[in-house]
């Protein structure tokens, strides 16, 4: 060990003065993500050392869940790649240590779920204790107007400003990727109603959307994970162009082979339409909350928008269309349509 670091670890705040680009093991939170699944794959490719964390449950569906193979399946092509993969739950702090001990970089996909900012607090503490250096977070955008009146944007922005304090006491450097709407997003909450009934459920009243695609927001955090100096302690707000539901029904039709219908609810009547599908109650409230901003028309507002994404990527994003037909960045078990 160098001197610096030596002394880094007895004085709080040195260890940025000793800043080490190399990534060391990172620690993925989410196998099974859209997002931490790409990543994983991406670090494995490239040689790097990788330890990905899946939740239990997943791997303890019920008897004659059509996912009942999803987590195992995921875990096994990681570990043919060379991935350490492990149990972890955000809820369980007990976890902690053992997955982070000998990890220098996290890249960390946080679910937005009753008590998680407490769990996210816990978490960010351990990584001091055990000396990470490098934190890569993927949040919802900096804006104040969806702060103020989406229960996820303000969850995720409060935890990023936790976060942005580590440096002050820590050697832990970040790098938040604050994201718009994922592409995915709809495909995974209404999955059943598109390829059962052919129907895209929305409340957006033809207003445009910020749909940001999943492989462009892992390929962004390759870019940092591969020159971690010059993405340190920096937000991104990653956007892209706005794009009506109406379109998006379009897109869908064209992926599936066959017509989706775009079903455009009164606010309330949405909400009774999510809470039918059986999400759980703070996913309702979620859902519902988007939905509301994105009739406002905040998406379309110019101001809204940045060129961090096309900087970062070195080229212009995915359109919807280019994200569904892209099958091969998909996970195995999870293809759409």
């Known amino acids: 060990m160098s001197l610096g670091k030596a002394i880094a670890d007895v004085i709080p705040g040195v260890g940025k003065f000793t800043f080490d680009a190399h990534l060391g093991t990172t620690f993925i939170t989410s196998g099974t993500g859209v997002t931490g699944y790409r990543v994983a794959m991406g670090l494995l490719e490239r040689g790097q050392k990788v330890r990905v964390g899946i939740w239990k449950g997943e791997r303890e569906l019920g008897p004659g869940s059509k996912d009942k193979n999803f987590a195992d399946n995921i875990a096994d092509l990681l570990e043919s790649k060379g991935a350490e993969v492990v149990d972890f739950d955000w809820t369980d702090a007990a976890c902690y240590a053992p997955v982070l001990k000998d990890v220098k970089t996290v890249f960390c996909t946080l679910p937005h779920m009753e008590a998680h900012a407490d769990a996210f607090t816990e978490f960010v503490k351990s990584c001091k204790e055990r000396k990470v250096e490098h934190f890569i977070k993927v949040s919802f955008l900096h804006n104040t107007t969806y702060r103020s009146n989406v229960p996820f944007a303000y969850f995720h922005n409060t935890c990023d400003e936790y976060l942005m304090l580590a440096p002050k006491t820590s050697r832990i450097s970040y790098t938040i990727l604050a994201t718009s709407h994922l592409m995915s997003t709809p495909l995974l909450h209404q999955g059943e109603g598109l390829t059962k009934e052919h129907k895209y459920v929305t409340a957006s009243y033809g207003m445009g959307v910020n749909y940001v695609s999943p492989n462009d927001l892992a390929e962004a955090a390759m870019v940092v994970l591969s020159d971690l100096k010059k993405h340190r302690n920096k937000v991104y707000n990653l956007t892209n162009r706005p794009i009506t539901d109406r379109e998006v029904a379009q897109c869908l039709t064209k992926a599936y082979g066959s017509e989706i219908q ?76």
Request: positive net charge; hydrophobic residues 30%.
């Open 262 to 337: 775009h079903v455009e609810l009164g606010y309330h009547d949405y909400v009774k339409d999510v809470k039918a599908r059986g999400l759980p109650h703070w996913l309702v409230k979620d859902s519902a909350a988007f939905e509301k901003m994105k009739a406002s028309g905040i998406d379309e507002d110019p101001h809204t928008y940045t060129k961090d994404l096309q900087n970062l990527l070195g080229r212009k994003p995915e359109s919807f269309g280019d994200y569904l037909a892209n099958k091969a960045s998909q996970r195995p078990g999870r293809t759409f349509p």
